[in-house]
């Protein structure tokens, strides 16, 4: 298997514009999950998913952050309209249930956004 | 809630030297907890984990962390450290009661080995 596979792996876009981050989960893997990293908070968990369904989005940060899984084998993460305060180095991490508790989740590369 | 909390954001060691990194959770139930790398540019990646049973677990790379219930601690070590140690240590916590939960990180320690 390929991993998490993340696109692109580093965005620059200018404030105002719309960001769409991608992810392909490990194939079988129930659970995706999106998480951001930046130096002054770490890593925040963002929202994940279970079977395509949403379950907890409370880390989403506002109204200007969607996260959608249309199949098992794809999710985005839209950013729109896009705020310097949203650099930051985007994760998708999936995982089975079974796995979580084994082997933690595989987390892809990230994506490194750079809003100016 | 759990939580997790890493003493130390920035570690430096020299080559061949002891490598400790300090590890403390907050949780109500037995914890699930682990321990991952980040190397620059890239995602993180498992190390090691303690789910239940021995509560000294071995990773990769010649790391290890011990349990320790009634300090709350699970800290990494590495008896000598070498240059390729160098990177990001996360430490987590996951609730697997009910639904799967999430891990919850901590704010991570930078590690530095020095020649």
């Known amino acids: 298997d390929a991993g998490v596979i993340q696109s692109p792996r580093h965005e620059v876009t200018e404030m105002g514009q719309e960001v769409t981050l991608r992810c392909k989960p490990i194939?079988?893997?129930?659970?995706l999950f999106w998480y951001r990293q930046t130096m002054m908070r770490g890593l925040e968990l963002l929202i994940y998913?279970?079977?395509?369904?949403?379950?907890?989005d409370s880390g989403m940060p506002e109204d200007r952050f969607s996260a959608k899984m249309p199949n098992a084998s794809f999710s985005t993460l839209k950013i729109q309209p896009s705020e310097p305060r949203d650099s930051a180095v985007y994760f998708c991490?999936?995982?089975?249930?079974?796995?979580?508790?084994?082997?933690?989740?595989?987390f892809g590369s990230g994506t490194r956004l750079t809003v100016v | 809630a759990q939580s997790v909390t890493q003493l130390g954001s920035h570690v430096s060691v020299s080559e061949g030297a002891l490598v400790l990194l300090r590890c403390n959770y907050s949780?109500?139930?037995?914890?699930?907890l682990f321990w991952y790398v980040q190397y620059p540019n890239q995602g993180l990646q498992l190390l090691l984990k303690?789910?239940?049973?021995?509560?000294l677990v071995k990773g990769i790379n010649g790391f290890e962390a011990e349990f320790k219930k009634s300090e709350t601690s699970f800290h990494l070590t590495k008896p000598s450290a070498h240059m390729s140690d160098a990177a990001e240590y996360f430490c987590?916590?996951?609730?697997?009661?009910?639904?799967?939960?999430?891990?919850?990180f901590g704010k991570g320690t930078k590690l530095s080995v020095k020649p």
């Open positions: 991490a999936s995982s089975s249930i079974q796995g979580a508790l084994n082997y933690g989740y595989t």
């Open positions: 194939s079988g893997h129930d659970y």
């Open positions: 998913f279970n079977n395509n369904v949403p379950i907890d």
């Open positions: 949780s109500s139930v037995p914890p699930y």
């Open positions: 303690y789910t239940t049973g021995a509560t």
């Open positions: 987590a916590v996951m609730n697997y009661g009910g639904s799967q939960g999430n891990l919850i």
